[in-house]
């Protein structure tokens, strides 16, 4: 009974601490793999190492062990290995074992009792008939990485439409460490098709046979360590120089023969299959036991080259869904995405600017086209009220050639009447009443043309012409207003472009103006007209008067629309005046002369 107490007393105090050793496992462990010491062992091994190193709470030391297994193999090798192991290690203690390689994993759950009883392994590298072969031993759980030659013949046929025949290289079935279960598949697996069988041959026959395939075929890489004369070779190595001479495409199941001349298919990744197995084995020793932790499927994805695609004419889209392509150059677009991004934007707002502009100008070409429109508008009022002003010149300027020819006519009459009429001078009357009645029309004519509504047309003219024909024009009203009109006008011709019509109303409201102003003098009223070359590049029209001149306060004030000190005035004459400059880009001021009197001044460019 004592004893019995005793027992269960014990088991009782030490449940707990079993238990919590059964959870935390010692944080080391030992990574044996059966790696060629290549690239893709390599990326494998420092993405493991580098996921365990990341590990929070605790350190985990990491031995490993490369067995070599795909160039050394046999019993007797197999016993040395063992007993390294066993005495290197017989000191360490190790929570568990990871095992990279189908016969690694044979090896450590075979040696496992004997060499590490009850420590639990991780494997990576297998596929399910290497898990399958293992006949579920206890404590073992891993990454299964499932890449059937099922999946390497589909890529065949992505990258070779119309595939019928495929070479199989690389080392034979039962040598190989990762590839090996694709002898047993190709029966199946390359049903349909022709098949070229390379697989064990030396190389150089291998990269013989290589260069002379058919049309519609495409290689099939595993791995080749061995030349088949003594001589190894890391496997990418040994698939470059199959790559240098192959006519057709090889596809290949590692990420790392990418490169050296494989066209990709469904691949191996080392690194995430690192990451993976480092993940399960931190699971295991942080407390999971293994047979709670279900194996991890993954680290096989298809990735394929571009440059390799390129030369075999691939398309992208035939490839298989979920295809990753390497070595692309990156587009312009994706090389300089932001910098595209920047200039994509200031070309958009540089648009959206140039739009705007282009509206405003529209809409001031617009606003411009219809205020030129109301000035023509405008301007012919203002012709009329000044003809209307004008009208006893009129008369007067018609009155004469009719009265002319009224008189020849009767002349005639009267010469014919006789009984020896003189014709030479029947002929001479005629051609006066002729000359009389084109002096008549020629004055209609220039009333018609000032009082047309035109619309603002500008063309090549002489401002000498224009304001000549402007005083002839105001010449019998000066007269009768009994003002003295002068005009001097520049020696040469001053050639510009305007409107002579508009530019003639600009001189005849001023001179209108100065009339109406001299008027209130008693004698000496006289109107002074001047057109001269101001500068090389443009002329100067000015209309200065004997009258009392402008008050100062009024002298910014004259060309405002509808200022007028006039009881009959409108006050348009020279804000219409003002407007007609500034169209033909010219500039229009008044000032008092020193003598007395105003003076009014316009400029106006000179024709190129
Ligand atoms: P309106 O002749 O109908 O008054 P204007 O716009 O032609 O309209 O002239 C505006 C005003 O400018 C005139 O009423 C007058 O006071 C002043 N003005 C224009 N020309 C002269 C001038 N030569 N001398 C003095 N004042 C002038």
Do not use: C
């Not at 014919?416 to 006066?432: C, M, V, Y």
């Amino acid at each position: 009974m004592r004893i019995k107490g005793l027992i269960v007393g014990l088991v009782t105090l030490l449940a707990p601490m079993s238990l919590s050793a059964q959870e935390r496992r010692p944080h080391s462990v030992l990574v044996l793999d059966q790696s060629d010491g290549g690239p893709f062992y390599y990326q494998l091994l420092s993405s493991l190492r580098g996921t365990v190193a990341n590990h929070p709470d605790e350190h985990v030391a990491l031995y490993s062990e490369n067995l070599d297994l795909s160039r050394f193999s046999g019993p007797v090798f197999e016993a040395s290995l063992k007993r390294y192991l066993k005495e290197k290690y017989q000191d360490k203690t190790i929570g568990a074992l990871v095992s990279v390689g189908a016969a690694t994993t044979e090896l450590v759950v075979k040696w496992r009792d004997e060499l590490w009883p009850g420590i639990p392994v991780v494997y990576a590298m297998l596929d399910e008939m290497d898990v399958a072969r293992l006949k579920r031993p206890p404590n073992v759980t891993g990454v299964i990485n499932h890449l059937p030659l099922a999946f390497e013949i589909e890529a065949a046929r992505a990258v070779v439409p119309d595939l019928d025949t495929i070479a199989l290289v690389g080392d034979p079935w039962n040598s190989l460490v990762v590839y090996r279960n694709w002898g047993d598949e190709v029966g199946t697996a390359a049903a349909g098709l022709k098949v070229i069988d390379l697989v064990g041959q030396k190389l150089a026959d291998v990269r013989q046979r290589v260069a002379e395939l058919p049309e519609r075929s495409a290689i099939i890489y595993s791995a080749m360590f061995s030349d088949g004369e003594g001589k190894f070779y890391l496997p990418s190595v040994a698939l470059g120089l199959i790559a240098e001479r192959a006519n057709r495409p090889i596809i290949t199941p590692a990420e790392t023969f990418l490169v050296p001349g494989g066209i990709g298919g469904y691949v191996l990744l080392p690194r995430q299959i690192g990451e993976e197995v480092a993940g399960v084995t931190l699971r295991i020793l942080d407390g999971a036991r293994a047979a709670e932790v279900p194996p991890v499927h993954g680290g096989v994805k298809p990735i394929f080259n571009w440059p390799q695609m390129q030369r075999w004419n691939v398309s992208q889209s035939s490839l298989p869904a979920g295809s990753e392509i390497r070595f692309r150059d990156p587009s312009f677009l994706e090389k300089y995405r932001w910098q595209s991004a920047l200039v994509a934007a200031a070309l958009l707002i540089q648009a959206g600017l140039i739009a705007f502009l282009l509206h405003e100008r529209h809409m001031r070409r617009h606003a411009e086209v219809e205020s030129r429109k109301r000035m023509t508008e405008l301007a012919h009022v203002n012709r009329r009220a000044t003809t209307g002003e004008l009208s006893s010149s009129i008369a007067h300027e018609l009155n004469q050639p009719l009265g002319a020819i009224l008189t020849n006519a009767e002349t005639a009459e009267l010469i014919l009447k006789s009984d020896n009429p003189d014709l030479g001078e029947i002929r001479e009357i005629l051609a006066d009443i002729k000359r009389d009645d084109q002096r008549a029309g020629e004055v209609l004519r220039r009333l018609r043309g000032f009082l047309k509504r035109t619309p603002f047309e500008t063309r090549d003219i002489d401002l000498n012409e224009i304001m000549s024909e402007a005083f002839k024009f105001m010449s019998v009203q000066a007269s009768a207003r009994n003002v003295a009109l002068y005009l001097q006008t520049a020696p040469n011709a001053l050639r510009i472009r305007g409107d002579p019509i508009h530019l003639q109303q600009v001189i005849l409201n001023l001179v209108v103006n100065s009339m109406d102003a001299v008027a209130t003098m008693p004698y000496g009223r006289t109107v002074i007209g001047r057109t001269e070359l101001n500068g090389g590049s443009s002329a100067v029209v000015s209309i200065s008067d004997s009258g009392p001149g402008i008050p100062a306060d009024e002298l910014s004030r004259v060309f405002d629309p509808f200022f007028t000190t006039k009881d009959q005035g409108m006050g348009i004459g020279l804000s219409i005046a003002r407007t007609i400059v500034l169209a033909h880009r010219g500039q229009i001021w008044a000032e008092n002369q020193h003598g007395g009197g105003a003076a009014f001044h316009f400029t106006l460019p000179l024709a190129a």
